[in-house]
């Protein structure tokens, strides 16, 4: 029997940004409906819907060698498992999610220490008794089990909650008092599967093309010929941090450029770059980088 790597895949909000971010690296995730269990076309995986919350637990009792979650859940749990890497990617943008404490805006609590006997609804209930004790403070905490910021203040005094964009608060007439934690998607591992011969190189690979296809998010190619007299020019109107390669053409006057840049400048250099005397501008779409 052919070994396998078993991969927990976040259910719920992150289960389409992994599958696209996974394609982007070369692997095609189809998710049938009703099932727990999504297809991978690498037969050496097997995977498993879990979701972000659980997912910890699952890969530090072994139940799953490896999988992506928060690493709010992963403190939330206090679990023993072995972080391969950050993988800044969320439903909404590419920034961190933020776990913070909010009150209505007609609130008299200024600051945790206002918390002082005060009820608090969250899901991220053991950092938060972690927080308040790390301030001296004692307080009420529920679990909630949703729609926590519809709560206050007839039903909490407070919440903790997490967000993005800080529009749900804002919608909710909700103000931010202090932020608890900042989190990212993390590729975890079971610690016995990190030390596996087999495994752990399987992990390796998933973890190198995953953040390849994260760095060329955003940026494309260019290819484009120049004569030797105009190179300087071109070369300036470049972004400076980048190393663009030149290689010689058969025609000893004019050079070939291949270099990398933001996506969003393209529309601003390529005429740019025509006006500086580059020919044969090429654009093309970047799956990967690997560093």
Known sequence: MSQ??????PAGSLQEATAELFRKAGYKITYASRSYYPA??????????????????????GSLDCGLTGFDWVQEGEAKIVELAELVFSKVSRRPVRWVLAVPNDSPIKSVKDLQDKRIATELVGVTRRWLAQHGVEAHVEFSWGATEVKPPRLADAIVDVTETGSSLKANNLRIVAELLQSTTRFIANTQAANDP????????????????????????????????????VLKILPALQNPTISSLSDKQW??????INESIVRHIIP????AGATGIVEYPLNKIIA
């Open 4 to 9: 396998q790597l078993r991969l927990g895949i």
């Open 40 to 61: 991978i076309d690498d037969p050496d995986i097997h995977c498993t819907l879990i979701r972000a919350q659980e997912m910890a637990r699952y890969v530090e009792d």
């Open 198 to 233: 087999w495994k752990r190189p399987k992990m390796d690979d998933i973890v190198l093309m995953l953040q390849g296809a994260m760095a060329a998010e955003g940026k494309v190619g260019l290819m484009m010929n120049v004569k030797t007299s105009d190179l300087d020019a």
């Open 255 to 260: 050079v070939a450029i291949n270099t990398i």
């Open 272 to 275: 740019q770059l025509k006006a």
